[in-house]
């Protein structure tokens, strides 16, 4: 569904990515894994076109959309729930989730949509009318999460969604994973949090200093020594 | 002592009627503001232009009042979408002592094309709205009809704001600029939407204005400044802030101009502004940030 072929991206003279390849398939849960500055967000920024690639190939569905402005690159049934949630803080929670549903396309079955996410988290049902800042981290992730579905997209990219978040909290966070992974979607997560993350995931890649390290199914980098030692400590 | 009170009564609703047609000029420049960060300085010239327009429309063209008011509103919605093509969007990204200092630049470049066009004399339609009397009090016409048609915009671009999903996305882009590609949403497109209905609202606001005053190419002077500072009080950007604000403010013109002398009434406004500013730098309704 989702290939990235040797892209390369930064900011300014600072480069982030390095002839990065990965791949996404219909129906799978893929993890990209690595430390902080890795350049894993980098990443997401550069598939949802929020930053251009230097080289290197995008594609959906065999569609190369390197040039494609961002915002129409939820058109292509990309959707990003990014780094630290992003709600707008003094909107409804109801009038977050009506922005993941802009597009025309989306807004024709804008209620089917709500529906749908509301059957999802019923806590945001309830929560529908309350400013999307006051609502706790947790919450605020949910409704994050949501919005992002509301264009029933093909392919969610999750930005380290347990960032921030109370260790009780992240568990619950990583349980709406795999529930939105039972529901048939197709999901590109970020995460520091390794062994949490591989849990709920089919495969994984490890990204360190902008190059892809390692790459395997969630059980084989689970074993494998080098994660082992470097980031799970044992 | 009975006369002077309801001379006083007279006042207040006459700064009531006022309060709605500032409200109506804060909504635009605020609105404007709220989406896309720069203050049009040259905001209310504007709706000289629109006032000049109508006048041109009408008196010049001899084509109905009502043919020349949207002939107003769409030229003047019409430039500020030119406004924000040419001018803003160039400075988008510079700093906002050099967006300001444009936005004043468009003032003047305003005001003399208006001095070259029409030149200095002052102007009107010749249109005169009868008085209304209730009672003792004695009331405008016009000044009656502008405040229910500037109440009426208000309230549609408040259920425009909250009910569409332009509306929403307007008020979305304030609160997180960079994320709205990730939402769909074209951001130069919401600034031009957004710019044109600034324009729309001043261009609105020139209708009602030409009913009660001499066009003049300083006419904006009268009420760009007072509604910049009206902004300000109720909090840039706020626009619940900004109506609030526009009526406290028309109060004490009003009534402040009614008690003592009508220039006093202005001196009064601006030394409430001040003190504000001192007791509340961001504003009496300043939003969190």
Known sequence: MLELRD????????????????????????????????????????????????????????????DLPAHEVIGLGIAQVPEGRRLFPRLTVEDNLKMGAFTPAARARYRERLDFVYSLFPKMKERRGQLAGTMSGGEQQMCAIGRALMSQPKLLLLDEPSAGLAPVIVQSIFELVRRIRAEGYTVLIVEQNIQQVLKVVDRGYLLETGRIRASGSSGELLASDDIRRAYLGV | MEFFDVFLL???????????????????????????????????????????????????????????????????????????????????????????????????????????????????????????????????????????????????????????????????????????????????????????????LAGLAACLLVLQYDIHPAIGLSFGPITFLICVMGGLGNLVGGFIA?????????????????????????????????????????KRR
């Open chain 1, 7 to 66: 892209v390369s991206a930064g900011y300014g003279s600072f480069q982030a990515l390095f002839e990065v390849s990965l791949s996404v398939k219909a129906g799978e849960a893929v993890a990209v894994i690595g430390p902080n500055g890795a350049g894993k967000t980098t990443l997401l920024r550069a598939i949802s076109r929020l930053i251009d690639a230097r080289s290197g190939d995008l594609s959906m569905e065999g569609c190369r959309y390197n």
């Open chain 2, 10 to 200: 007279e006042a207040v609703i006459n700064g009531l009627l006022l309060g709605g047609l500032l409200a109506l000029l804060a909504l635009g420049l605020n609105l404007i503001f709220g989406v896309i960060d720069v203050v049009w300085i040259s905001y209310a010239e504007l709706m000289m232009v629109g006032m000049y327009a109508i006048f041109w429309m009408y008196t010049i063209q001899g084509a109905p009042l009502w043919v020349a008011f949207a002939f107003g509103i769409a030229l003047v919605a019409v430039l500020g979408a030119v406004m924000h093509w040419f001018v803003i969007r160039p400075v988008l990204s510079a700093e906002p002592i050099n967006q300001l200092l444009v936005t004043g630049g468009v003032l003047f470049f305003l005001q003399a094309a208006a001095t070259v066009t029409f030149g200095v004399e002052f102007r009107n339609l010749g249109v005169r709205l009868p008085s209304v009397n209730v009672g003792d009090i004695n009331l405008s016409m016009a000044r009656l009809i502008a405040f229910a048609v500037a109440l009426s915009a208000i309230a549609a671009t408040y259920l425009f704001l909250n009910r569409t999903y332009m509306g929403t996305a307007i008020r979305a882009i304030s609160q997180d600029r960079a994320i709205m590609p990730l939402m769909g949403v074209n951001a130069g497109r919401i600034y031009l939407l957004t710019s044109a209905m600034g324009g729309g």
């Open chain 2, 246 to 286: 526009a009526f406290v403010f028309a109060q004490f013109i009003s009534v402040g101009g009614f008690v003592l002398k009508i220039e006093w009434g202005y001196v009064l406004a601006f030394t409430f502004f001040i003190v504000t500013m001192f007791i509340r730098p961001e504003g009496l309704f300043a």
